[in-house]
Nanobody, 119 residues
């Protein structure tokens, strides 16, 4: 199996910055899309940013210009640099890795890391 371990969450003030990391380990054949999602209390899990194997990025409108997603393929790691954080960014953030397996693609999820932005 594949395990994803997240780190980097925490408590910051309005306008602060955090950098989330998610490292994948285990039986990995080939990683396709990697991304970050967030889910607040009673809310759905929505995409924040994704990045393809070729480096193409996609961001939710609410974070464009503030967040930057990147990946290190050699380390099987995806990052999310979050600048200009706002209280509305407060959520549990989950990383997602889509892996190409012999019979198709499979999604794996991190355990979630709490990001809290105070005013």
């Amino acid at each position: 199996q594949v395990q994803l371990v997240e780190s980097g969450g925490g408590l910051v003030q309005d306008g602060g910055s955090l950098r989330l990391s998610c490292a994948a380990s285990g039986s990995i054949f080939s990683i396709d899309v990697m991304g970050w999602y967030r889910q607040g209390p009673g809310m759905s899990r929505d995409a924040v940013a994704t990045i393809t194997g070729g480096g193409t990025t996609n961001y939710a409108d609410s974070v464009k210009g503030r967040f930057t997603i990147s990946r290190d393929n050699a380390k099987n790691t995806v990052y999310l640099q979050m600048n200009g954080l706002k209280p509305e960014d407060t959520s549990v953030y989950y990383c997602n890795v889509k892996i190409r397996e012999p019979f198709g693609y499979r999604d794996y999820w991190g355990q979630g890391t709490q990001v809290t932005v105070s005013s």
